[in-house]
């Protein structure tokens, strides 16, 4: 119980954190939203009376308790570009940016555990050598990158899929997968290299461990050693990885989305910055943040599960 | 018992990998109704309410589900459409609109003459300080003669306020007109979801020309990268403004239409700040700039030169004459230099928003030319959002490339802003006879005189150089083969409605 408090003080205070710094952010950085929205139409006049309509006139303090005070009341306020609710906005594409990070998770978990696995058992091997080096390649190549040469390869010269083609989930849930999938497989690349190497490194170290020359002396065969017992200890540093990479991949996604022109969180974030939206700017920071507390928070919970002589202090 | 898990993991994960890709490759689906998908290259990150929306990219959208009293058609000539006709006094101080009978609304209410007199109020309200549309504050009243008339009344005469007429009649009972518009166009809207499409149905109502094709889809593609793969790709079917080299890039589906983008594209000077209070150094960077140079770099020679805050749609008053005003002469240009106090040219910063590669493009043609006469002009590149507010709003900068607009067919669209004391001079030009020329050709009544006027404005900009005047942008619209009817406007605008599918 104590941890539950602890841990939902630190939340708490993190988003605080986060949302006030995004709030000093916006007063510092050149550009106003008044102006923004008016465009060439702006006159003085009425910059002026859009300031007044919007409350930016009001002192930072009091703008940002304000926000508070709205926010706790699940009220994140109006976009200034669009005039709809943020709420609203936000909730409409929380799903693609979830639904991108899942995928690309479900992917590097399905795909690097057993290569790591088969890596460590067949070491030094014709097919650990090549896995080896071209995990250092992929490594190397940031999502953006790779997602540049998966449309080129995949979508245009394979044709497997439409670059640009996104099709919404609220249309249709298979295409809009089937779609996901590439840009889920560019943030996915360097991190399932980076999880295959980790989990093949300390499966071998495990392997040298006193417990398991015991269970071979007992008469188990390899892969009953392999799977029953340094596994479950192998996985261990594999699932840091793992809770570090995913809440990575929230924030990061936002760089692949404008890639594959998928109108997720990230893509919102952006436009909204340009236009000094700070309503709908705020909102997503806030959400990002909160989304990555709460996955930390969830591979607090997967320790215990792997490893039960973890207790939660 | 764990590699039988894990087995089973896998399969399930291969399992789902193929549904997932059989998925993708489902393909079209058919259907009955017709659809048109359309890139937009940035979204309408605006109000919808069409007295409220400020970008050109909202209002030419808008313009396929909202009409006005007037609206013009693709000639640029001003047709009644929720009038049946009107009538000007003689002085050009009343104007009576009888209105279309049985015109509705896309909530299916009838367009009635409150209704009218509602939104024409409306733009003239100026409890936000200015009117929202700020050519309104020269309303005295409208009123309801019967409940098919209405009279618009002006403070001042002005023969030409008929143009303004084309603002969008809305309904006075929709509360929410920023999120939920409702017109009288050949489109309703449907749903729009930011940063992804706007969604347009035909409105069947339409007391017009119905439009073709059942839905208009308009697809938000941010990454300019993105235009020519998704037209290659087929995810979209048109795009409005593609440049030159995406043109090359195209393939054989893909029907390139050419047309003018109407802009006035020049670099505009703040002829506030030196050097450029003096006419001479601003006459002698005209005579080093070649228009014809840029336009063969930037787009093979395509373009039209302009001389003066003109394009040629205007038709009549538009003067081709003042393009030969200055015929590049470096020596001349070098001349005035000297005479300025240059003798050994000088340095200004070339202020350019970053979103528009075709200013861009010129902007370091020009740079370029201007080297000629040791002139270095330092590009600098910012955010549209900062080139709005420090550049146009506060009037904080050297030189810009950028390219106006009109936003109705009327010459003060272009030319108002230049008046000495115009809010939206953000050049600072100023000049006596400007201003005496300019408020002639507003009191006169008679049109051959109001033009002659507003020709001697144009004449006034050219010859005091009061930007370096370039070109107006040739546009060009890539249509895929299966569709055809796009039309070219003289003004900022789409017409979806003409667009139609071609029968195979």
């Known amino acids: 119980m104590k941890y539950f408090a602890k841990k939902l003080a630190g939340l708490i205070a993190t988003l605080l954190v986060v949302s006030f710094l995004v709030f000093l952010a916006f007063a510092v950085i050149p550009g106003d939203p008044a102006t923004a929205m008016l465009g060439t139409e702006a006159t003085p006049a009425r910059v002026e009376a859009l300031r007044e309509e919007l409350g930016l006139n009001a002192p930072l303090i009091e703008r940002y308790a304000k926000w508070i005070a709205d926010f706790v009341r699940g009220d994140m306020g109006t976009s200034y570009s669009y005039h709809m609710a943020v709420t609203e906005m936000i909730a409409d594409k929380i799903p693609v940016t979830l639904a991108l990070t899942a995928i690309s998770f479900f992917l590097i978990v399905v795909i690097s555990i057993p290569l790591g696995i088969t890596c460590a058992r067949y070491m030094d091997g014709a097919l650990d050598h090549i896995i080896v080096v071209a995990n250092q390649v992929i490594m190397a190549v940031p999502p953006f990158f790779s997602g540049i040469l998966i449309t080129l390869v995949f979508g245009l010269v394979l044709h497997l899929f439409t670059p640009g083609g996104y099709v919404s989930y609220r249309t249709d849930w298979a295409r809009f997968l089937g779609y996901m999938f590439f840009p889920a497989l560019a943030i996915a690349l360097p991190k399932i290299a980076m999880s295959t190497k980790l989990l093949r490194t300390s499966v071998l170290s495990e392997m040298k461990a006193d417990y398991v020359r015991t269970a071979y002396s007992r008469g188990n065969g390899t892969r009953a050693v392999l799977y029953r017992h340094v596994l479950k200890n192998a996985l261990i540093p594999v699932v840091t990885f793992l809770g570090m990479a995913l809440s990575d991949m929230v924030a990061g996604s936002i760089i692949v989305e404008q890639v594959f022109n998928v109108p997720g969180l990230g893509r919102i974030l952006l436009t909204s910055i340009s236009n000094r939206d700070y309503p709908v700017v705020q909102a997503i920071i806030v959400c990002i943040a909160f989304l990555v507390i709460l996955i930390n928070f969830l591979v607090d919970l997967l320790y215990k599960l792997v490893d039960p002589r973890i207790t939660m202090e | ?504």
């Open chain 2, 1 to 504: 018992m764990r590699a039988k898990a894990l087995k089973k993991i896998l399969l399930a994960s291969v399992c789902t990998a193929l549904t997932i890709a059989l998925g993708a490759c489902a393909g079209d689906k058919a259907s009955d109704t017709s659809q048109i998908t359309i890139g937009i290259p940035q979204d309408i990150e605006d109000s919808l309410d069409p007295h409220k929306a400020v970008a050109a990219g909202t209002e030419e959208i808008l313009f396929n589900m909202f009409e006005g009293l007037v609206k013009p058609d693709s000639d640029g000539n001003l047709v009644d459409a929720l009038a049946e006709s009107h009538t000007m006094s003689e002085d050009g101080k009343v104007y009576t609109f009888s209105l279309r009978s049985g015109v509705k609304f896309h909530d299916g209410s009838l367009v009635t003459a409150e209704d009218v007199k509602y939104s024409l109020d409306r733009c003239a309200d100026t409890s936000n300080g200015d009117p929202l549309v700020p050519a309104f504050s020269a309303v005295e009243s409208v009123e309801i003669l019967d409940e098919n008339t209405v009279q618009l009344t002006l403070k001042e005469p002005d023969k030409e306020f008929l143009a303004y007429m084309d603002v969008a009649i809305i309904p006075a009972s929709n509360k929410k007109p920023e999120t939920n518009p409702i017109g009288t166009g050949p489109y309703k809207f449907v749903s729009r979801s930011p940063q992804e499409n706007f969604i347009m149905e035909r409105f069947e109502d339409y007391w017009g020309a119905p439009a073709h094709i059942d839905r208009v889809e308009l697809k938000i593609i941010a990454n300019a990268d993105a235009i020519v793969t998704s037209l290659n790709g087929g995810s979209i079917d048109m795009f409005a403004r593609v440049s030159q080299s995406m043109t090359q890039q195209l393939s054989g589906d893909f029907e390139v239409l050419e047309g003018t983008m109407n802009l006035v594209q020049a670099m505009y000077l703040n002829n506030l700040v030196p050097p450029f209070n003096d006419v001479r150094v601003r006459q002698a960077l005209c005579y080093a700039v070649d228009p014809q140079e840029i336009m063969d770099i930037i787009s093979d020679g395509k373009g039209t030169q302009l001389g003066s805050s003109m394009f040629p749609a205007f038709g009549k008053y538009y003067m081709e004459e003042l393009n030969d005003l200055y015929e590049t002469d470096l020596d001349k240009a070098k001349e005035l230099l000297a005479q300025a106090g240059y003798p050994n040219g000088f340095s200004f910063t070339l202020t350019v928003p970053s979103n528009y590669q075709q200013h861009i493009d010129t902007a370091q043609v020009v740079a370029e030319q201007l080297k000629r006469i040791n002139v270095e002009a330092k590009i600098n590149l910012i955010e549209w959002e900062s080139w709005v507010s420090d550049v146009y709003a506060g009037r904080n900068f050297e030189a810009t490339v950028v390219g106006l607009d009109a936003s109705s067919l009327t010459a003060p669209a272009l030319l108002d802003r230049f008046n000495s004391m115009a809010g939206k001079n953000f050049i600072n030009f100023s000049s006596d006879a400007y201003d005496e020329a300019y408020a002639k050709a507003q009191a006169a009544t008679d049109d051959a005189e109001k033009t002659q006027y507003y020709k001697e404005c144009e004449r006034i900009l050219a010859e005091e150089a009061a930007n370096v005047y370039i070109q107006d942008l040739p546009c060009f619209v890539a249509l895929n083969k299966k569709y055809a009817g796009y039309e070219f406007y003289p003004l900022y605008v789409q017409d979806f409605s003409k667009l139609y599918l071609v029968e195979e």
